[in-house]
């Protein structure tokens, strides 16, 4: 324990969870954005869309050895830990780096930084706020104003927040907002697992924008969607139907 403690202490060692812990929220990301793509694969012979069905398979996840909603809420519970831990330790590295570095240091390395790197705080700050409002708003269904929200009814839930026309433009914004983020993220994991090389940086780089660039658009794609009128009206159906399916 006195190790890791020292170890958390150093900018090495903060750097590494701040790593990992973003790995971990990389990862949740492309598997939230692949489960997002269900929107688009319509609906079974009983006409449940597929994407109530994959939010009902996640509910149900490890059943029938643990209870409903047991594995989902432990999911969460860790990307929240994951999330606190990051942003913590991205806030005491940002603090300990500014009281090691001199002043003309720091301008200089302003200079050369990218916007993405230069603005990382204030999108994380903003992503922070987002992941609070998305949970309210498509998880608990507490703000109303962006939408009708009824449990289990994911599409009909996300047709009727992103046919409001305010409501996609603002997800469309902290898309854009969240991809900035992921660019500068991904390629701050490759340096601080000692992966970059000047023989490779430039490919490096490639990945982490086409990285960023593909998650980003995935999750676009939906209220781009909606908001266009594309998308089918969803059957009606009962819950109960959803529950045994």
Same mark, same amino acid.
């Given at each position: 324990?006195?190790?890791?403690? =020292?170890?958390?202490?150093?900018?090495?060692?903060?750097?590494?969870?701040?790593?990992?812990?973003? =790995?971990?929220?990389?990862?949740? +990301?492309?598997?939230?954005?692949?489960?997002?793509?269900?929107?688009?694969?319509?609906?079974?012979?009983?006409?449940?869309?597929?994407?109530?069905?994959?939010?009902?398979?996640?509910?149900?996840?490890?059943? /029938?050895? *643990?209870?409903?909603?047991?594995?989902?809420?432990?999911?969460? =519970?860790?990307?929240?830990?994951?999330?606190?831990?990051?942003?913590?330790?991205?806030?005491?590295?940002?603090?300990?780096?500014?009281?090691?570095?001199?002043?003309?240091?720091?301008?200089?390395?302003?200079?050369?930084?990218? /916007?993405?790197?230069?603005?990382?705080? &204030?999108?994380?700050?903003?992503?922070?706020?987002?992941?609070?409002?998305?949970? *309210?708003?498509?998880?608990?269904?507490? +703000?109303?104003? +962006?939408?009708?929200?009824?449990?289990?009814? &994911?599409?009909?839930?996300?047709?009727?927040?992103?046919?409001?026309?305010?409501?996609?433009?603002?997800?469309?914004?902290?898309?854009? &907002?969240?991809?900035?983020?992921?660019?500068?993220?991904?390629?701050?994991?490759?340096?601080?697992?000692?992966?970059?090389? /000047?023989?490779?940086?430039?490919? =490096?780089?490639?990945?982490?924008?086409?990285?960023?660039?593909?998650?980003?658009?995935?999750?676009?794609? &939906?209220?781009?969607?909606?908001?266009?009128?594309?998308? /089918?009206?969803?059957?009606?159906?009962?819950?109960?139907?959803?529950?045994?399916?």
């Amino acid at each position: 324990m006195k190790r890791l403690k =020292l170890l958390f202490a150093s900018s090495i060692g903060k750097k590494f969870v701040a790593a990992i812990t973003g =790995l971990i929220m990389f990862g949740f +990301l492309v598997g939230h954005a692949a489960g997002h793509m269900k929107i688009f694969t319509g609906a079974d012979s009983a006409g449940i869309p597929h994407i109530d069905s994959y939010g009902q398979f996640l509910k149900d996840f490890g059943a /029938p050895a *643990l209870p409903p909603m047991l594995a989902l809420w432990g999911a969460r =519970l860790f990307l929240l830990g994951a999330v606190v831990l990051h942003v913590v330790t991205v806030i005491l590295l940002s603090d300990q780096n500014k009281k090691a570095r001199p002043v003309g240091y720091v301008k200089k390395k302003r200079a050369m930084a990218s /916007p993405a790197a230069l603005y990382m705080m &204030v999108t994380g700050t903003a992503i922070l706020a987002f992941i609070v409002l998305h949970i *309210l708003h498509f998880t608990t269904g507490s +703000l109303p104003l +962006l939408g009708e929200h009824e449990h289990g009814y &994911v599409y009909n839930n996300m047709m009727s927040s992103f046919s409001i026309w305010w409501v996609s433009l603002a997800y469309i914004i902290m898309m854009v &907002v969240i991809g900035f983020h992921l660019y500068h993220g991904v390629w701050s994991l490759f340096q601080t697992l000692g992966l970059d090389n /000047p023989d490779r940086n430039m490919y =490096l780089r490639a990945f982490a924008v086409l990285f960023a660039i593909g998650v980003s658009a995935t999750f676009i794609l &939906v209220p781009l969607s909606f908001m266009s009128g594309q998308m /089918p009206e969803a059957a009606e159906y009962s819950h109960e139907l959803l529950s045994k399916h």
